[in-house]
């Protein structure tokens, strides 16, 4: 295949870690299938060893027959890989901390302890018939010359891929570049690599990571996930798109429509800011960005909002202009008068902030109307008296939209 990189989903393994996130077995099912739909090569579909509850899940999802690899977390634990094998899945993420404060915290166990449990379990995985990853907890906190000695004993013993995680979100695109390609240029077999969302961070260390030679990348619908979450899915696909003109093989404008799924089973609100998907994020209102990009919507515009099935939108409010106010006013066949421009931006302006909103058409239109009328009454003697405020916002003419 000819893609660039290739993207793990784990908003139902991961994703659900988040707190109070529990999906019911039905929207497990439904949003794999959206998933899948999205064109997401690679599930992690849940983690076997929770119980009967989470094995018959996986069941059901492997029934499905998805035409993607479903791959589920294990701890490096025999019984983990027993669990997994009841589930019926192909793939596994055998996990194992690879730092030394989470290796003494954790498990009690040393480097040298480490790498003997990951021989034993990748070989005990691969003769099961499994495809094998190893994720490497906390990999951001742990000694390089251990992770590297990491890769080569999990590749000896069977792995197709090592997954680095930056468990607790404290790398920055730098170390995180730096990091990967140290260890990309010992390795034999493909990375992977597992963001978290701490410093806001997510996104941009997962495409740091690609560029350093990292094949795959962990990412999750909305970033959902432990504590601040993980890299979001459409942040990645969109930036991967956008910035490196990559294939990822997702179909970007499914990811609204999903978005609002995961939201859904997961009830959490989705920020009217998130990037990609968030409901304000093709939304402007500002007079001079309006003025301009009703000239060339490429003024104000970084990601084309069809680009992810999205539409542009113009609203009215206190930062608006007299360029989007006549236009808007256009719309509802009204030419906004030269003399009374100021005067409607001062009125705009002061009704916006008082109600702390946008303005709607229909109430821009009634304070059009209204101020129309107050002129003819003899009411407006020009420019600036209107409601005693002061502008100097000049009137242009409504561009087109391109
Ligand atoms: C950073 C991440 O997101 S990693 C993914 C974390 N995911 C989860 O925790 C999934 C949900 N977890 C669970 O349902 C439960 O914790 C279970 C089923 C995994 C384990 O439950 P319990 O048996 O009650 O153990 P508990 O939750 O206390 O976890 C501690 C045990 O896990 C072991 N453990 C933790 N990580 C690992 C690992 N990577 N490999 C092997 N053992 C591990 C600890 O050594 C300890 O083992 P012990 O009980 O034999 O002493
Ligand atoms: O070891 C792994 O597979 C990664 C687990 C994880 O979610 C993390 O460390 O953040």
Same mark, same amino acid.
């Given at each position: ?25 039905? *929207? ?15 599930? *992690?579909? #849940? ?5 009967? /509850?989470?094995? /018959? ?30 589930? &019926?899945?192909?793939? %596994? ?13 954790? !498990?009690?166990? /040393? ?9 034993? $379990?990748?070989?005990? =995985?691969?003769? =099961? ?43 920055? +695109? ?37 560029? =350093? ?5 962990? %990412?999750?619908?909305? #970033?959902?996930? *432990? ?8 942040? @990645?696909?969109?930036?991967? =798109?956008?910035?490196? &003109? ?5 179909? !970007? ?36 960005? @309006? ?46 008068? +030269?003399? !009374? ?24 239109? *009634? ?14 003697? #020009? +420019?600036?008296?209107?409601? /005693? ?11 087109? $939209?391109?």
């Amino acid at each position: 295949m000819s893609r660039d990189v290739f993207l793990n989903d784990t908003t139902l393994r991961d994703g659900e870690q988040a707190p109070g996130v529990a999906f019911t077995t039905a *929207e497990k099912l439904e949003l794999a299938e959206s998933l899948v739909a999205a064109g997401v090569p690679e599930i *992690e579909i #849940g983690t076997p060893i929770m119980g009967a /509850d989470e094995i /018959d899940t996986i069941r059901a999802a492997v029934a499905r027959r998805l035409p993607v690899r479903l791959m589920a977390w294990c701890r490096m634990k025999a019984r983990d890989l027993d669990a997994a094998i009841e589930s &019926g899945v192909g793939a %596994v993420n055998l996990s194992l901390p690879a730092s030394d404060i989470q290796l003494a915290a954790k !498990l009690g166990l /040393d480097q040298a302890g480490a790498l003997q449990v990951i021989e034993d $379990m990748v070989r005990r =995985a691969a003769a =099961a018939g499994f495809f094998v990853a190893v994720g490497c907890e906390d990999a951001s906190r742990a000694d390089g010359d251990h992770l590297a000695r990491v890769i080569e004993t999990a590749a000896r013993a069977g792995a197709s891929r090592v997954r680095l995680a930056d468990t607790v979100g404290i790398l920055d +695109p730098f170390s995180t570049f730096e990091l990967v390609a140290q260890l990309m240029a010992k390795s034999e077999i493909d990375l992977e690599f597992h963001a978290h969302n701490d410093l806001g961070l997510a996104a941009a260390n997962t495409l740091a990571a690609i560029r =350093a030679g990292a094949r795959h990348a962990s %990412v999750t619908v909305l #970033g959902l996930g *432990e504590r601040a979450g993980n890299a979001a899915l459409e942040e @990645v696909a969109a930036a991967m =798109a956008v910035i490196d &003109g990559a294939d990822t093989g997702i179909e !970007l404008t499914a990811l609204p429509d999903l978005a609002a799924q995961v939201a859904c089973a997961a009830r959490r609100q989705t920020a009217t800011i998130k990037p990609v998907v968030g409901a304000d994020v093709f939304t402007h209102e500002s007079g001079t960005h @309006v003025a301009g990009l009703l000239n060339d919507s490429r003024a104000y515009q970084g990601l084309d909002p069809a680009l992810v099935g999205r539409c542009r939108r113009i609203v009215i409010g206190k930062h608006s202009g007299a360029t989007a106010i006549a236009r808007v006013l256009s719309e509802s066949g009204r030419d906004l008068d +030269p003399d !009374l421009a100021a005067a409607m931006v001062a009125r705009v302006r002061r009704k916006a902030a008082e109600t702390k909103s946008t303005i709607t058409a229909a109430q821009l239109v *009634e304070i059009y109307d209204g101020m129309c009328s107050e002129a003819r009454l003899g009411d407006v003697a #020009g +420019p600036g008296q209107l409601g /005693d405020e002061h502008s100097d916002t000049t009137v242009a003419r409504p561009g087109r $939209m391109r």
